[in-house]
C-alpha cells in the first residue's frame, strides 16, 4: 500500500463461517489490516464476497481497474505466512505504477476458504499436487 501511493483502496475480506461467535473474525490480523493506509476491513459473512471474487485460498489478491476488468489474481506472498518481495507482489506494484505486469496470476499460499478439510497450502501451488510442506 505505501507504494500504491494513494492510487488504490484494498478491500480485506475476513470470512466468518456461519454459526461462529458474533466479532470471531476480530483477531490481531484484523486490527493489523485496518492499522493500514488505504485498506478497508470488513467482515464477510459465508463468504459471500469471496465467492464473488473467486477467491478460494486465504491470502487470494485480485486487483481489479476501474472498469472492472482483473488485472491480476494470486498471492502477494511466495509462502503461507511470508512477507518481503515475490513475484505477486512486483506484479501488484507495477501494475499500479506503470498499468503493466510480467504475470496476471501467481500461486495463492493458504488455507482453503471452503473446502471441508483443514489442510493448508505450504510452498505448493493451490489445486496442484506437490510433495512440499
Not at 487470494?60 to 489474481?73: H, I, K, N
Request: aromatic share 8%; hydrophobic share 40%; with cysteine.
Amino acid at each position: 500500500m505505501a507504494q500504491a501511493e494513494g492510487r488504490v483502496t484494498a478491500y480485506v475480506l475476513f470470512v466468518k463461517p456461519q454459526g461462529f461467535a458474533v466479532e470471531w473474525e476480530k483477531t490481531d490480523l484484523w486490527s493489523s489490516a485496518a492499522a493500514i493506509p488505504g485498506v478497508l476491513v470488513v467482515r464477510d459473512d459465508e463468504g459471500v464476497e469471496a465467492l464473488h471474487f473467486r477467491a478460494a485460498t486465504s491470502g487470494q489478491v485480485t486487483l481489479y481497474d476501474r472498469a472492472g476488468r482483473l488485472l491480476f489474481s494470486g498471492g502477494i506472498t511466495s509462502a503461507r505466512g511470508h512477507a518481503g518481495d515475490n513475484a505477486g507482489r512486483a506484479a501488484i506494484v507495477s501494475l499500479l505504477n506503470t498499468d503493466e505486469a510480467g504475470l496476471g496470476e501467481t500461486p495463492v499460499f493458504g488455507c482453503p476458504l471452503f473446502a471441508g478439510g483443514d489442510e493448508c497450502q505450504f510452498g505448493k501451488e493451490v489445486g496442484h499436487a506437490s510433495d512440499e510442506h
